[in-house]
């Protein structure tokens, strides 16, 4: 079968230290992922997390102004430094055509907990916008508490690790349905799509090449011949990434 | 047709069986493995076109009371998929001695032997595993070990050692000395009993299959997944996906683990 396939783990920009094979700009990415055959994809800027979250939203902005097949996702600090959330936050994230939204607590040196967020969590569950967590800044302990506190936000968790993290993830899926899991790294997993489709369905898993770090061909391949109906596959591949975008209320 | 193109198709290869020289069995303390039983796994190998797995059992590796034994039940059920690496625990010399007694009784079951030490906590230079060292130079045996970058037990200058020292062993760099990449290659150049293993390497960053191939050959990289945990399709992906020649992928794919086990 012919997948068509909706992209929600890429960055684009040169890193301070190169990993994996770089893709400078939005131009580059396009080409990419003509390459592979995705149609769309939610982007970030690397500058985003190891430069500086302000500055990095604002390349994306540039970046991705005139490319309809990118969405973007910005990065977020502690309201209370008024650094990146600041007053019209929502109107600038539609502007910029900005549908998520990710932390890295673990590299910009901040608690992800209520104290901190609370008030914009409320915000960001009313609009349905989605949090992209990398689960190599936070810990699942920190994740567990976070939707203790929010059960109603929605969380793509990604870069999940290489170690199997089923002990740590069916527990969320199955108390929380706003938790969705990306596939770069559980696709590594042998059953990682196959075994989560079969207790939790496929609406709760996400797409990604998790490009330019990783081949995007290991995520494709794994998805097209998973043991799994070719409905479960287009769901994952593309409609439910589609279906988070569309439900965003900016 | 390509390979990548019909792999994309038809989700295995007609004239390209894969040989995966880095496996494992059953389940373990530290992950969930939904399917690691071997009449699972030899479903999921036929699928993908698996012919050969050569595995050292989890419960070998973490459990002197079970020791070797299980390797060898999981052969013999499924002869025509399966071979074994004799595992090694250097914290139980006794055992060793009858390990190295059930490989001479079992030739058809064992290739070679899997070390373990970052885990087992003894470098593989450790006078404990003289004996298998010995014993595999002397048959010309395949060692699989599992090597990491900053490792004192594994790490490349230990494996630089025993490479000086076991020069009719064929050494398997199980994950490729992790993280060290350039100094895996060197070894594998300097040596022509080193190889490569890309288990837990093509997931960690896109070039890094181009990098091996440009510098160490292709003719010196194994195909290993740690399979159960990892899934075929995925790395099978990786090797598609790196910018190397058909020639190269049938090389890491069956050609050079044909040669290896042929001398055997």
Known sequence: ????????????????????????????????????????????????????????????????????????????????????????????????????????????????????????????????IPVIIDTQQISYESIYTLLKDFPDLECILCDIGIWSVNRYIWPLLEKFQGIFIETSLLALEDGGIEETVKRFGSDRIIFGTGLPERYPEASIVSLLHADISDEDKEKIAYKNMEKIILQVKL | MRLKEEFYQNGKFSDCPIYDLHGHMGSFYGAHFPRNSPEQMVKIMEKFGVKLLVFCHHFTLFSPDIGNSVNIESVKKFPDKFRAYCGINPHYPENIKKDLEDFEQNKDIFVGFKFLADYHRVPITDERYKPAWEFADKKNLLVLMHTWGGSPSDGPQQVRKCAEKYKNVKILMGHSCHGEWDKAIKLSQDFPNVYLDLCAVPDEERGIIEKFVMEAGSEKIIFGTDFPWFNYAYYIGTVLGAEISEEDRKNIFFKNAQRLLKKI
């Open chain 1, 1 to 128: 079968m012919k997948l068509k396939f909706f992209d929600a783990n890429v960055y684009i920009g040169q890193p301070t230290i190169p990993k994996g094979k770089p893709i400078k700009n939005a131009n580059e990415l396009i080409k990419e992922m003509d390459k592979y055959i995705i149609e769309k994809s939610l982007v970030w800027h690397i500058a985003q997390r190891d430069v500086s979250p302000e500055e990095g939203n604002e390349l994306l902005n540039k970046e991705i102004s005139d490319k309809k097949r990118l969405f973007g996702c910005w990065t977020i600090l502690p309201p209370q430094t008024e650094e990146v959330i600041r007053q019209n936050f929502f109107e600038q994230m539609k502007k910029n055509r900005i549908y998520a939204l990710r932390i890295f607590p673990k590299s910009h040196n901040f608690i992800l907990d209520k104290i901190v967020f609370k008030d914009f969590f409320i915000q960001l569950i009313e609009k349905n």
